[in-house]
């Protein structure tokens, strides 16, 4: 960068935008993560609560990475011959910060993935903004959902007895056995609610374009929308530990194409220019925010108006709860009454999808 550059966005001192265009971000090891860098795999997990997880590439041109959770068949409670669920866990960050290898977001994935007894998946939209403006992310979340339909053909046509002589296409060992690739979720956490939000509005319902493997539901935590229009919670409401209507105009201003608003589509699911959703078939979505959040009002009001339209919407709100509640502490009690929602959720809709 130029000797005379300045630093004219800050985002938690994690990531700086210069004047001149060039970012700044600190590397993983030097973030401080409170608590979550001091819980490892067996801090984060009690006594018999064995996870494999394993790292792949799942998008070559971008170097993009997934990490793939499994609860262990020493666990008692999967030997019961019942396949796997699917759950997709995206990340949170503004579209700008987070990755699957950060520890909160690892300990989360451990935790999902013993208590909901399921192969949870965790990608990377390694294209984050700056650098990368939406809908990068967007685009990275679907192609992660490609890379799953792949894994399944593979494994389908393996055992009608089809040979593979690349070695990329060798089968994902954790995907192999005991997984039901037709009881898929995606659970998205603040902007991967978003993302979220967007791959259940482009696959449709019964996403048919990703077969053998099928999306059943959609779970939103606080998702991450805007809006030219403040609402009560952001006009008024008291500002959070962490967010505040500083960060997320921080956040929308980096992370939009140049030169657009908070009613862009990526942004605002009813402005202007986006979808008109009463045309969109949707599978369900499990909507849940934080009683204390900035953005509650949004949210209810995205849940609201979805269940208007007559979509299959339930809609949780988790009184004095501040943005981020599950990640920051996913073994806290209303952590665990969350999972327990969302299983029943998972395991209620899935004879209907």
Known sequence: MGSLA?????????LQLYSDGSVNRVNECDIDFGDHDKKGIHDIVEEGWLVEWE??????????????????NKNISINNNKKLPILYYIHGGGFCLGSRTWPNCHNTCLRLSYQLQAIVIAPDYSRLAPE?????AIEDGLNALNWLQSQAKRIKEVRLGEEYYNDQNTCNKLLEDGVDFESVFIMGDSSGGNIAHHMAVRLGSGSLKLAPVRVCGYVLLAPFFGGSLRTKSEADGP???IL???????FWRLCL???????????????????????????????????KEIMKDRVEDYARR????????????????HHGFFTHNPC???????????????????PFC
């Open 6 to 14: 300045e630093v004219v966005e800050d985002c938690f001192g994690v």
């Open 55 to 72: 790292d792949f590439m799942f998008e070559e041109k971008h170097q993009l990475y997934l990490r793939v959770y499994k609860p262990s």
């Open 132 to 136: 990368h403006k939406l809908p990068a």
């Open 239 to 241: 500002p959070e530990p």
């Open 244 to 250: 505040t209507l500083e960060s997320l105009d921080r």
């Open 257 to 291: 194409p140049r030169g657009e608003g908070r009613d862009h589509p990526v942004a605002n699911p009813f402005g202007h220019s986006s979808p008109n959703l009463d045309m969109v078939s949707l599978d369900p979505i499990l909507v849940i925010v934080g009683g």
């Open 306 to 321: 979805l269940k208007e339209l007559g979509k299959d919407i339930t809609y949780a709100k988790f009184e004095g709860q």
């Open 332 to 350: 806290s009690h209303v952590s665990h009454q969350l999972l327990e929602l969302a299983k029943r959720f998972m395991f209620a809709k899935k």
